[in-house]
């Protein structure tokens, strides 16, 4: 996962910020470096399908990023990162492949899993996009660990930018390359590999915008319990910005103070202008930094990250996007 935006407010992030030193930096593929963050003590334990938030100290300012931990989850002395290149960010990705050098101090939060793997279904099939192998290769490591099947769909420009595809190889699962920039190279049809699963399979699926959307197709119908999936941004034109239209009020349940939110405003917004601080990152519903105990009120989900089931449970919701489904909400904070 990267969510390659500029964050307002970095104290804000509420982490318990953990330092780490950078012990090795490798060239994986072009493009792609991974990066091996260790710490003097033993580091939080991760699952399979968890980031976390690396604050970089660069010169304009320190930014904080989101990135996916691609390495063994048994590992507990260090953290690994897959970090590509993107030469239309805001400058978090340049400054990782152009100025951070093995021995620098950077900060991490303590890892959050909004991507979980099923670790007792029948099968798994992996979908991924570029830099979103990251996530899906500490998945594969988790199920060659236990012995379970899986396959992994490879989607890459070229075989020249296929980050950790040896490493991948190598473990006891099924490896498919589609290097769909290459002459004769058609992309992946994920509809018809969704159909081809039996109704157990598990399915996921980290990508650019235009293969989540064709997985969001493409698995319709399906048990929602079976379908997993984890975006960098949100897309272009999506409706966790779109006007709203009417305002509502929110309630603070611990301070006991109550604030408006007009249509054209988030809550996280709103409440960052009373000085309530609250963990926030991408603003785009896709982290999950800002997630927030809801104790009255329906809500109405905009994010990418929560499951059908959690927003039916109606007790938590990410305030960067998501609103109110009526007059008030009250809230944990």
Same mark, same amino acid.
């Given at each position: +996962? +990267?969510?390659?935006?500029?964050?307002?407010?970095?104290?804000?992030?509420?982490?318990?910020?953990?330092?780490?030193?950078?012990?090795?930096?490798? $060239?994986?593929?072009? @493009?792609?470096?991974?990066?091996?963050?260790?710490?003097?003590?033993? #580091?939080?334990?991760? $699952?399979?399908?968890?980031?976390? %938030?690396?604050?970089? *100290?660069?010169? =304009?300012?320190?930014? +904080?990023?989101?990135?996916?931990?691609?390495?063994?989850?048994?590992?507990?002395?260090?953290?690994?990162?897959?970090?590509?290149?993107?030469?239309? @960010?805001?400058?978090?990705?340049?400054?990782?492949?152009?100025?951070?050098?093995?021995? =620098?101090?950077? =900060?991490?939060?303590?890892?959050?899993?909004?991507?979980?793997?099923?670790?007792?279904?029948?099968?798994?099939?992996?979908?991924?996009?570029?830099?979103?192998?990251?996530?899906?290769?500490?998945?594969?490591?988790?199920?060659?660990?236990?012995?379970? *099947?899986?396959?992994?769909?490879?989607?890459?420009?070229?075989?020249?930018?296929?980050? /950790?595809?040896?490493?991948?190889?190598?473990?006891?699962?099924?490896?498919?390359?589609?290097?769909?920039?290459?002459?004769?190279?058609?992309?992946?049809?994920?509809?018809?590999?969704?159909?081809?699963?039996?109704?157990?399979?598990?399915?996921?699926?980290?990508?650019?915008?235009?293969? +989540?959307?064709? /997985?969001?197709? &493409?698995?319709?119908?399906?048990?929602?319990?079976?379908?997993?999936? $984890?975006? /960098?941004?949100?897309? &272009?034109?999506?409706?966790?910005? &779109?006007?709203?239209?009417? @305002?509502?009020?929110?309630?603070?349940?611990?301070? @006991?103070?109550?604030?408006?939110? *007009?249509?054209?405003?988030?809550?996280?917004?709103?409440?960052?202008? =009373?000085?309530?601080?609250?963990? /926030? &990152?991408?603003?785009?519903?896709?982290?999950?930094?800002? $997630?927030?105990?809801?104790?009255?009120?329906?809500?109405?989900?905009? %994010?990418?990250?929560?499951?059908?089931?959690?927003? %039916?449970?109606?007790?938590?919701?990410?305030?960067?996007?998501?609103?109110?489904?009526?007059?008030? #909400?009250? #809230?944990?904070?």
């Amino acid at each position: +996962m +990267m969510v390659s935006v500029a964050t307002p407010d970095v104290a804000a992030s509420g982490d318990q910020w953990i330092p780490v030193s950078v012990h090795a930096r490798i $060239e994986e593929a072009q @493009g792609v470096v991974s990066l091996d963050l260790r710490a003097v003590q033993a #580091l939080p334990a991760f $699952e399979a399908g968890a980031h976390i %938030d690396l604050l970089l *100290p660069t010169p =304009q300012g320190p930014l +904080m990023r989101q990135y996916s931990l691609c390495n063994d989850p048994r590992e507990t002395h260090r953290y690994v990162v897959g970090v590509g290149f993107d030469a239309n @960010g805001r400058g978090g990705s340049r400054w990782i492949h152009e100025s951070l050098t093995v021995g =620098q101090t950077l =900060q991490v939060g303590r890892p959050r899993n909004h991507f979980p793997l099923a670790e007792t279904a029948p099968k798994n099939v992996l979908i991924a996009g570029g830099i979103g192998v990251t996530p899906l290769l500490a998945m594969a490591r988790r199920l060659s660990a236990i012995g379970a *099947p899986w396959t992994l769909y490879y989607c890459v420009r070229t075989p020249e930018r296929a980050a /950790f595809l040896d490493v991948l190889r190598a473990l006891p699962g099924r490896v498919i390359p589609v290097f769909d920039g290459e002459p004769g190279v058609t992309g992946l049809d994920i509809a018809a590999l969704a159909r081809a699963e039996a109704p157990d399979t598990h399915l996921y699926c980290c990508g650019p915008a235009p293969m +989540m959307q064709a /997985f969001g197709l &493409a698995v319709r119908g399906r048990a929602p319990d079976t379908v997993h999936q $984890e975006w /960098f941004a949100a897309p &272009a034109g999506d409706a966790a910005h &779109a006007p709203s239209d009417g @305002g509502f009020d929110v309630h603070l349940a611990r301070s @006991g103070h109550t604030v408006r939110v *007009p249509p054209d405003r988030s809550i996280l917004e709103v409440l960052s202008t =009373q000085g309530i601080e609250v963990p /926030f &990152a991408c603003e785009q519903g896709v982290c999950g930094s800002c $997630e927030t105990r809801v104790l009255a009120g329906r809500c109405q989900h905009r %994010d990418l990250i929560l499951s059908e089931a959690e927003r %039916d449970a109606n007790d938590r919701m990410l305030i960067c996007v998501s609103r109110c489904d009526g007059d008030s #909400l009250t #809230l944990d904070l």
